[in-house]
């Protein structure tokens, strides 16, 4: 390669040099920090949007306060904060973010109490979830807009590439939050009742029994087999405490089999409301009702089986499709299906429709 | 595309009568939850069997 040629030099010209070299060197220079910015407009964009959320579920809360509102009080328990339990010695973990968790719940569940004495239990379910929903979305708006500035004070743009990355992500968390507000303040349920939903119709017509906190069970039988339904008490909107429950019934019934029925997420190209069938504790959350669960069926050698439906984040906390909910019937046929291929006649099978029952009786 | 296009959701409550097997589509009303019962034309029970989100273009 002719080099001058390359580089503008074979006229002999300082100028044409210029012209290739200064480019280069402002890039090399500067490159970084042009991206940055470039960024930056993207991300600042989307905090906007994310503190548009934060400010608007906030505000809807309190329009769905009504006179009782307190900003004072809201703010308050908006900015309450959990310390996780240290991982440095993770044996025993399970139970301490269990009481970790629920101290809050309690906590919270009691101070509204006391604030809004007027409010029955169906209306507190609704604003403890309107405040969580709150929470989320304010804590969301928080987060990403630290590491946001930490790397424009810092002028740091690696810093800001696992944010831009994760960024999408967030945002459709954060747009599916936003939009489940209303679901959640007019008791509408919601995606993720689809397995309540299934469960409650097939406890319809039996006794209802408290199994644990915000959680029912009934007694029926199917098929020569005897079922044991549980999910969280409806309509308000609560997961209920299904690992409570389970261990509850475990200790009295001798079991063979335990069907969890539950909303899960979809992959990116499948198809919403398509329902699966496989193995294992199909429940999220932040994996101690699982732990408990798993804990009991393996200490009892009990077999579990999931049957989850596929949806979207958004459809998961929304309210329910039509997709989804004319799924209803075809999951119970194949909750009836799994009994009969897994379980003898006389046998006992426990079936959870876990999920948030909000606007789902039993 | 540079402009989404509006939607609009609307919330069905569906209803089905036990006896006579009618079904009826309304638009959710605060109170509506599945399971719950209603009175039906025929003098029976109604019970909420649905409650879905259908969204449209917006006209």
Not at chain 1, 108 to 114: D, I
Not at chain 2, 15 to 27: A, L, M, V
């Amino acid at each position: 390669m002719d080099w001058d040629e390359f580089f503008g030099l074979d006229d002999g010209s300082p100028f044409m040099m210029l012209i290739w070299i200064l480019p280069i060197a402002f890039f090399v220079l500067y490159g970084q920090r042009i991206q940055l910015y470039i960024s930056s407009s993207d991300i600042k964009k989307s905090i906007a949007k994310l503190s548009k959320y934060a400010d608007g579920s906030r505000d809807e809360l309190l329009q769905y306060l009504g006179a009782r509102k307190e900003p004072g009080r809201i703010d308050a328990f908006l900015d309450y904060f959990t310390i996780m339990p240290t991982d440095l010695d993770p044996a025993g973990i399970v139970p301490k973010i269990r009481h970790t968790v629920r101290s809050r719940e309690d906590h919270t569940r009691r101070q509204l109490k006391s604030t809004y004495a007027d409010l029955d239990e169906y209306e507190l379910a609704k604003v403890q979830t309107l405040l969580e929903i709150a929470t989320s979305l304010r804590l969301l708006y928080r987060v990403v807009n630290h590491l946001y500035l930490t790397a424009k004070k810092q002028k740091n743009y690696p810093l800001i590439v696992p944010l831009q990355m994760m960024l999408p992500f967030i945002m459709e968390e954060a747009e599916s939050l936003s939009g489940a507000m209303s679901a959640f303040k007019l008791g509408q349920p919601v995606g993720d009742s689809i397995g309540p939903m299934v469960v409650g119709r097939m406890m319809l017509e039996t006794e209802k029994r408290p199994a644990a906190f915000q959680t029912v069970y009934s007694e029926t039988e199917y098929d020569g087999r005897t079922m044991y339904l549980v999910k969280a008490q409806g309509p308000a909107p609560s997961v209920g405490r299904l690992g409570d429950a389970v261990e509850m019934i475990l200790s009295k019934n001798e079991i063979d089999a335990i069907i969890m029925v539950d909303a899960a997420l979809k992959f990116e190209g499948e198809d919403s409301a398509a329902v699966s069938r496989g193995f294992g504790a199909a429940i999220g959350g932040i994996g101690t009702e699982k732990f408990q669960i798993e804990q009991a069926a393996s200490e009892r050698n009990i077999p579990v089986f999931a049957i989850i439906i596929k949806e979207s984040v958004k459809e998961a906390v929304t309210v329910m499709t039509q997709d989804i909910a004319d799924r209803a019937d075809d999951i119970g046929t194949q909750v009836h299906d799994t009994i009969k291929q897994n379980t003898e006649p006389g046998q006992s099978v426990m079936v959870l429709g876990v999920g948030n029952t909000v606007g789902v009786q039993q | 595309m540079i402009f989404k296009k509006k939607t609009v959701t609307i919330v069905y409550t569906v209803r089905r009568c036990g006896s006579c097997g009618k079904e009826s589509r309304s638009e959710f009303v605060a109170g509506d939850c599945l399971f719950a019962g209603s009175d039906c034309p025929c003098g029976k029970k109604a019970m909420v069997e649905k409650i879905f989100c259908n969204t449209m273009p917006a006209s």
